[in-house]
């Protein structure tokens, strides 16, 4: 599992690519994967979880930027962390079940730095709801850490290099415009 990392990435974005011709109605069937070593079982939970992985951070993402826009109210924002924070409670505790029968120590690493990542996924949303509530630069700071941290988790899972560079300069200490100070400043 532990060569799954890459694999899995390219698998997906394999996977994704359609040919031009293709129609929702029609999927393409890719049989350009290379031939698969090792458990085919535990390299699907792998590249699934990773998808989930990425989608879920996208999720936060997307919320923490619609904050300054106030797309969302209070509550909104509050159940949607929840939600994500809960629904990442399930597949921790099957990854851990998984762990439990006879994975070899590579596999049985893997899941453990996978569910590290997904730790680190419910600290970003509960600072992000903690920030959103409280609007104080300490806690936009402290959300930050913590998506850099996600980032730098995934970077690992992945070894996708791109997400262990340094991270441009933080938008933790960015204060989220009001519509009364984009008033002022009009």
């Not at 109605?25 to 458990?39: K, Q, W, Y």
């Not at 904050?67 to 409670?89: A, F, P, R, V, W």
């Not at 903690?130 to 980032?151: F, G, I, M, N, Q």
Request: include cysteine.
């Amino acid at each position: 599992m532990a060569l799954l990392a890459g694999a899995s990435l390219t698998c997906l974005t394999t996977a994704i690519r359609a040919d031009e011709n293709t129609t929702l109605d029609e999927p393409a069937l890719d049989n350009s994967f290379p031939p698969i070593a090792g458990n085919l079982q535990l390299q699907v939970i792998g590249a699934l979880g990773v998808g989930h992985i990425q989608s879920t951070l996208g999720l936060i993402g997307v919320i923490a930027d619609s904050i300054s826009k106030e797309i969302y109210n209070q509550k909104q924002i509050d159940d949607l962390m929840k939600g994500t924070i809960n629904g990442l409670d399930t597949p921790k505790k099957m990854l851990r079940r998984l762990q439990d029968t006879n994975v070899s120590g590579d596999d049985a690493e893997y899941l453990d730095r996978m569910i590290s990542v997904l730790n680190a996924l419910q600290r970003e949303a509960r600072a992000l709801s903690v920030y959103s509530k409280t609007r104080k630069p300490d806690d936009a700071a402290k959300y930050e850490r913590e998506r850099r941290l996600v980032l730098r988790k995934l970077g690992e899972l992945t070894h996708q290099e791109e997400l262990l560079q340094p991270d441009p300069p933080s938008r933790a200490n960015q204060t989220p415009k009001t519509n009364a100070a984009e008033d002022a400043s009009n």
